[in-house]
């Protein structure tokens, strides 16, 4: 893959028909765990997970038929490796996290270091010739970039994940995520592609509709009763849309107050957009900035918005069927009322999120009949477009 190029985009790159015949199918969906999800720098966590020496947690990947384990080392780096001991393939990490000081197998005792060394076995003597240098933990490549953990488990990756981001993405946040602290983490199986549920979570034009009672009127207003698009920007295939809020909108009583004890953190709030925001933070500086939607290839969602910020993966647990997971981060609290804020928060965001996976299953179980094959799709829904063709040209078919 050659390195990202941006362009910066006011409008979706073609309107109208876009082909759906083949994504969704078993068949494709084989292609894209050889193609995409094997080959692709993925993000499995945060480095805030694992502070400690030693500290791990267990990443099981479907879509890459592996287990993967990342780890702090003595030497405070993070590493990943297979979860399989090179004696007999069995696992050496059986919790979903936990600190250790050795890995070992619980079938042979064979014992593996945090960077992955085979230290110790029992009745070594009957192994003549073995070289415990050589029959290390198999090792999973793996880097941070601005508080995340991203893994590539092809053995030998065509690009660093500096590379694969391009210094547009790299240096575009200098820090802004690290501001935070994880607050909540929700997650839930989904009877859908990967690929629905993500495109649920990157336009604004459902809000109208399904978020009518709850959040609509911090996007919808008079002049744009169905949302609107700002900016548009292409970095190689990852991408981010800028969404804008409603101007006319008056908080309740209740948001305010989450607003006054939580720095602005609310949707539609003020805290980030009075900062002085680092580049890929609307650069455009858009009057009734909402958020950045921020899609690192294929399906990292990273999304600053007013305080705080949010993540969501959509992991292929089949070609219908999807682990979706969402984790907040707010400034930590320091006193009651700041908790209480939090939980606010917490609480809106869940129910707010509830709204956006009802829909999902009925939509695979319509693709699913093959009753139709194409979406017709507006400017709003410009991320869709543009996430289908990069799906489609790292797959090499489906456009």
């Known amino acids: 893959m050659n390195a990202p190029e941006s362009r910066v985009l006011t409008s979706a790159p073609g309107n109208g028909l876009m082909p759906m015949t083949d994504f ?33 947690f267990v990443r099981e990947l479907e879509v890459c038929d592996t287990s993967i384990v990342v780890v702090r080392g003595r030497d405070k780096k993070i590493r990943a490796f297979h979860n399989n001991c090179t004696h007999r393939s069995n696992r050496i990490a059986y919790e979903p996290s936990g600190n250790v000081t050795t890995f070992r197998c619980r079938f042979h005792s064979w014992a593996f270091g945090l960077d992955g060394r085979l230290m110790a076995l029992p009745d070594e003597h009957l192994f003549p010739g073995l070289v415990k240098a050589e029959h290390g933990l198999p090792e999973v490549a793996c880097d941070t970039w601005e508080g995340f953990i991203f893994i590539n488990i092809d053995p030998k990756p065509a690009q660093n994940l500096r590379e694969y981001l391009g210094e547009e993405i790299y240096n575009g946040y200098n820090g802004f995520f690290s501001q935070f602290t994880q607050v909540a983490k929700f997650s839930v199986v989904m009877q859908a592609n990967w690929k629905v549920c993500l495109d649920a979570f990157i336009e604004t034009y459902h809000f109208s509709t399904v978020h009518k009672e ?4 911090v996007v919808v207003s008079r002049e744009f009763p169905n949302g609107r698009v700002g900016a548009f920007r292409e970095f190689g295939r990852h991408r981010i849309v800028s969404a804008l809020s409603n101007n006319e909108h008056k908080p309740t009583f209740g948001e305010m107050l989450c607003a006054k004890y939580s720095g602005g953190a609310v949707l539609g709030g ?102 139709r ?23 090499g078919s489906g456009w």
């Open 373 to 395: 094959h194409y979406q017709v799709l507006g400017e709003n829904e410009v991320m869709i477009r543009s996430g289908y063709r990069n799906v489609a040209e790292q797959v």
């Open 270 to 371: 003020e805290g980030t957009k009075n900062a002085k925001n680092p580049p890929q933070i609307n650069p455009e500086n858009l009057e009734g900035w909402l958020t950045d939607i921020l899609v690192v290839f294929p399906m990292a969602n990273i999304q600053p918005l007013g305080g705080f910020w949010v993540t969501q993966n959509y992991w292929p647990l089949g070609h219908d069927k999807t682990l979706w997971e969402m984790e907040v981060h707010m400034k930590a609290p320091q006193n009651g009322a700041e908790e209480i804020a939090i939980e606010y928060n917490r609480n809106f965001l869940r129910d707010v999120i509830r709204e956006d996976l009802q829909n999902l299953a009925w939509v695979q179980g319509n693709l699913n009949a093959g009753s």
């Open 214 to 217: 709850s959040a609509s009127n």
């Open 24 to 56: 969704f199918s078993p068949e494709y969906h084989k292609l894209e765990k050889e193609r995409i999800f094997k080959k692709c720098w993925l993000r499995v966590g945060n480095e805030e997970q694992i502070p400690n020496v030693g500290d791990y």
